[in-house]
């Protein structure tokens, strides 16, 4: 290997190819890493272990395992690829999941989402991992316009197993398409795939009490498997060493008071395995942790019991219907829909294809020609976080910074604004409703600008009162073109949850009155559906959800006749809260959908689109690049350079 590698070595590195959207490319961000000083081996760890999502997504998985005893392992990931449902079906199989659970408790099925199986779990070595996403890209190419749509399925039970059966001459077709993914991943990635061989099938239970089968029975007969579905080629991978340990999720912090003890961070996941249990003390449980590959005993009522697939990394999601991929995000996933960590995912032909003339799934399930004329523009949802708070990169006592005895705002530094709106109540109402930085406001310029690129109008602006929100809104219609000519509709509803607001108050919010004063592109007409005075401090977790979901569908209900697409700009929370219920889909507990929040950055894009006119919507790839950035720390000339 060592001459082969020096041999390598020494060809004549060649023109840089053209890398292809699409796929989950990470030769730039291997080659980052390297620079920084990192190991090939564990660069190339990292990213894989990542999903190939960023340099930032695998510096941090670097640091965060530099005491991992395995890092150096050699050892491969394990891979599977499976058929996920989308749309109305996956709609229909979340509930079953959920009221299956509720009523019946947890069993096997529940473990890993709706799928069908197409091949056996594989290795594959982490540099080879870029190829087999190729492989993975290509076959699916080949195949859309050939997949069998809709996959006709059919009810099966025993009095330990409930599932949804192919058509077993369709069935045979999928078989084929495993197939051909196996001899392209030979080929290309040099990984041996083992296709399926018994009936493909979707479980939708198993291993549970007999007791529970009339109640399950029951419930499969709910779903409906006639219901539109762009079935996705999904491609996973999961960290063989634990492939058959039990998953729990860390609930509470716990710091160790011992050393055999290990830290607790809350939305960490452990693995532990019963046999390794033997050291451990009643009510302690020994595990070792996802995120730093550490092992040691721990409190056991500080977990709970998670699912398998919840630690799973996706490294490619792609659709046979469409040239583009669903927004299934996630590199650790869980529920029905991922949480928000494949940003690396692209268009297939980005420059090609126009978002707005895409194909549509309907009920039942056909494709639609874009030129039709009966066929009506999509409806879409944005909806994007503000840009970099002030007080998050100067402090939470930045205003004794740049405010003096008078009241006057003094600049001193260059990602300060140059100058703020003035505040009726006076400045200290910056104290709880925070300006954006100078780069938060750029952040909001290229996504605008980045909107307008890709031919993209939006026809209604709404944001949260916050002015962090109100200013990101309008730096986006500046890059859009489109400041003077949309106004901001500005909803006190789609404030974040209050439960995070400190102190017993809300903020003061500047009034649209003032706010148009100071140039700000806001309509003074506008009606909101929830007034500030409906808002609450201290609001349940169930509230908050309810009044997103409640204002989300009032917007587009209110949008309906006059335009198509509508960006709400406000929270990190806002991406979810807006977004889930209008899939159909339950909202996460509080302690998961804590987790989601916190993975979302500034200026944190998602797009939902209507499916036809059935009122549920459907995440979508947006259509704009993801923006990802460095920190950029303060930096004084005289303490660093004038040292003695």
């Known amino acids: 290997m060592a001459a082969k590698d020096e041999l390598y070595a020494k060809v004549t590195p060649r023109r840089q190819r053209q890398s ?12 980052v890493l390297l620079s920084m000083g990192f190991p090939k081996t564990r660069a190339l760890k990292a990213l894989v272990s990542t999903g190939g999502r960023n340099v930032q997504a695998a510096c941090d998985w670097l640091f965060s395992h530099v005491d991992d005893p395995f890092l150096d392992d050699p050892l491969p990931r394990e891979y599977v690829l499976y058929l996920r449902p989308s749309g109305p079906l996956l709609h229909q199989l979340s509930q079953f999941w959920q009221q299956s659970r509720t ?90 795939v083992e296709p399926h061989k018994k009936q493909l099938h979707v479980t939708l239970a198993y291993h549970f009490p007999t007791n529970h089968l009339a109640s399950l029975e029951k419930l499969a007969r709910t779903v409906d498997v006639s219901l539109g579905c762009d079935w996705l080629a999904v491609l996973f991978s999961r960290d063989i060493r634990f492939a058959n340990h039990e998953t729990l999720r860390v609930m509470y912090p716990y710091q160790p008071q011992n050393e055999d003890e290990l830290e607790l961070v809350p939305g960490d996941f452990i693995f532990m395995s019963t046999l390794e249990q033997g050291s451990a003390s009643e009510g302690w449980v020994y595990g070792t942790s996802m995120s730093t590959g550490l092992s040691g005993l721990l409190p056991e009522n500080y977990v709970n019991r998670a699912d398998e697939c919840d630690t799973w990394v996706l490294h490619g999601s792609h659709s046979f219907l469409n040239c583009t991929s669903p927004t299934n995000s996630g590199g650790a996933i869980g529920g029905s829909f991922l949480d928000g960590q494949l940003d690396g995912r692209l268009l297939d032909d980005p420059g090609l294809v126009d978002p707005a003339s895409l194909n549509v799934i309907c009920h039942p399930m056909q494709m639609l020609r874009a030129n039709s004329q009966s066929l009506l523009p999509k409806r879409t949802l944005f909806v994007c976080r503000h840009g970099e708070r002030m007080d998050v990169v100067f402090g939470k006592h930045w205003i004794t910074q740049c405010f003096d005895a008078k009241g006057r705002y003094i600049r001193s530094n260059l990602n300060m604004p140059c100058s703020l709106p003035a505040r009726s109540g006076g400045y200290r109402e910056y104290d709880k409703d925070c300006p954006i930085t100078v780069f938060g406001a750029t952040q909001a310029r290229l996504v605008g600008e980045a909107l307008f690129d890709s031919h993209t109008v939006v026809d209604f602006v709404y944001c949260s009162p916050s002015l962090r929100c109100v200013q990101t809104a309008h730096n986006i219609l500046r890059g859009l073109q489109q400041d003077g000519k949309t106004k901001i509709r500005v909803e006190p509803g789609l404030f974040e949850w209050t439960k995070w607001v400190s102190g017993t108050t809300l903020p003061v919010w500047i009034p649209p009155t003032e706010l148009a004063a100071a140039n700000f592109s806001v309509d003074t007409t506008y009606r909101p559906h929830i007034p500030i005075s409906k808002l609450t401090m201290s609001e349940s977790y169930d509230t908050y959800m309810s009044r997103s979901f409640q204002v989300t569908r009032e917007i587009l209900t209110e949008c309906k006749s006059l335009g198509n697409t509508v960006l709400i700009v406000a929270h990190a929370s806002s991406l979810e809260a807006c977004t889930r219920q209008m899939q159909g889909l339950s909202p996460q507990n509080s302690k998961d959908f804590v987790q989601v929040v916190r993975k979302i950055p500034y200026l944190g894009f998602c797009a939902c689109e209507e499916m036809g006119e059935t009122g549920v919507w459907q995440l979508v790839d947006p259509p704009i690049l993801p923006l990802t950035h460095g920190p950029n720390h303060s930096f004084n000339w005289r303490e660093t350079l004038l040292q003695d």
């Open 103 to 192: 009523v019946c408790g947890k069993n096997k099925a529940h473990n890993i989402f709706p799928h069908i199986t197409l091949c056996q779990f594989f290795m594959c070595a982490d540099a080879k991992v870029e190829a087999l996403c190729e492989a993975l890209q290509t076959v699916v190419g080949q195949w859309r316009g050939r997949f069998p749509s809709p996959l006709p399925l059919e009810l099966y039970t025993s009095t330990n197993f409930l599932g949804l059966f192919v058509d077993e001459k369709v069935a045979e077709v999928l078989k084929s398409f495993a197939t051909d993914f196996a001899t392209e991943a030979a080929a290309k990635a040099d990984v041996h």
């Open 20 to 31: 292809r959207p699409g796929t989950v490319k990470h030769g730039s961000s291997l080659d």
